[in-house]
């Protein structure tokens, strides 16, 4: 590894966690208060990767996978058990204070504002804390106006805002002293789906106007097409994929989904029914093609065939089942980054 211009990079990075190996019951309890039964859980595992300035990458993994802990190695909070970490040529816990010029930080469970200062009172503190120059400061507002109804936001107080308008401030404030780097830890957890698209818009905006790098977690997939060309998976601590999301697509290229619903437009029909088409669709597939895996799903009154086109044409399927049933409505899509990062967690890749 070790490219020269990354501006993140890590190698072997581990980290873990001793915790307390709590048992049962008052017994239990007792035992814990007099014996210290710890157990080790490795929550990043050997993890290496370089990101260029510029980039936005999409970190990934289920629940409890090891992304925020990798975020707050990278931010310096935590220092990793093993391996090395630079971020813009800096070991990021052991200097902390220089550390902080370099980076931005979200995390979207919790502000990192003062909860009771207008925003605008938020951003002098900051713009002290950073140092932040008169003139670079007024710059800063004047693309921030650009981008958003900033006005709006200044003069609140992040305790009275909307989620939405405090993940906003939480972004604006994280980019205020221009860092390389800035850290998004699930940006849009619990936002609906307008203030997602505005957040996503901000976040390109923001990297395109400052060649800020990104780095983001989210469970959302739809932050990821909207942002990251590139992502990396990870799960139970280890390394599963790091690649454009373009990459992945092409390697799943010869699935395609085939919709199908069945129903007469404007007509009710009971989940049972639903249920009995699906097997309906599903018998008379795999009775006349025995040799094809096919996967299927449903949502409300759509049946989904996941088809493997280089097993057979999604062509010829649709043209046997059109013979054997009545077909109302037809829909064609192409696999989804979801379906994708599903299929890399389960581990068919
Ligand atoms: N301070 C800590 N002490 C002990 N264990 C921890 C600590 N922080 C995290 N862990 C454990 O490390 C593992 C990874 O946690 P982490 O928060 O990094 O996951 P995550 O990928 O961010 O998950 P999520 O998507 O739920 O946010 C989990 O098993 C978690 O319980
Ligand atoms: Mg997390």
Redesign the pocket.
């Known amino acids: 590894m070790s490219e020269q211009n990354n501006i993140i990079e890590l190698n072997n990075v581990c980290?873990e966690?001793?915790?307390l190996n709590r048992h049962e019951g008052l017994k239990g309890s007792f035992r814990d208060m007099f014996s210290r039964d710890y157990k080790t859980?490795t929550?990043?595992n050997n993890v290496s990767f370089g990101i260029v300035p510029g980039e936005i990458v999409g970190y990934l993994?289920?629940?409890?996978?090891?992304?925020?802990?990798?975020?707050?190695m990278m931010t310096g909070v935590?220092e990793p058990s093993s391996g090395e970490i630079l971020v813009n040529g800096r070991v990021p816990y052991k200097n902390r204070e220089a550390n902080s010029q370099n980076i931005g930080v979200v995390f979207g469970q919790r502000s990192q504002l003062w909860w009771s200062l207008p925003l605008v009172e938020s951003f002098k503190i900051l713009k002290d804390i950073y140092r932040i120059s008169d003139q670079d400061y007024k710059e800063m507002m004047e693309l921030y106006r650009s981008m958003i109804n900033l006005d709006d936001l200044l003069g609140k107080p992040v305790r009275q805002m909307s989620l939405g308008q405090r993940t906003l401030s939480d972004i604006l404030a994280a980019f205020l002293h221009n860092p390389p780097v800035v850290f998004l830890?699930?940006p849009t957890i619990g936002l609906d789906v307008s203030m997602k698209a505005k957040i996503r818009t901000l976040i390109a905006s923001l990297n395109q106007e400052k060649n800020t790098t990104v780095i983001l977690?989210t469970?959302d997939m739809g932050d990821v097409d909207a942002l990251c060309k590139r992502i990396i998976i990870?799960d139970k601590?280890t390394m599963l994929y790091d690649n454009d999301i373009d990459h992945l697509k092409n390697f799943f290229g010869a699935y395609r989904t085939l919709k199908l619903n069945l129903n007469k437009r404007n007509v009710e029909v009971s989940e049972e029914l639903q249920k009995q088409q699906m097997e309906c669709v599903k018998t008379h597939l795999e009775e006349q093609f025995p040799d094809v895996i096919f996967s299927f799903d449903r949502e409300d009154e759509w049946i989904s065939i996941l088809i493997d086109e280089s097993q057979i044409s999604l062509m010829k399927v649709l043209s046997f089942l059109q013979e054997q049933i009545k077909i109302r409505d037809v829909r064609l899509e192409e696999i989804s980054t979801e379906s994708v990062i599903k299929k890399i967690y389960e581990g068919k890749v």
């Open positions: 980290k966690f001793k915790i859980i929550a990043v993994g289920p629940n409890g996978a090891g992304k925020s802990t990798t975020i707050k935590l830890d699930e977690t469970h990870i601590g």
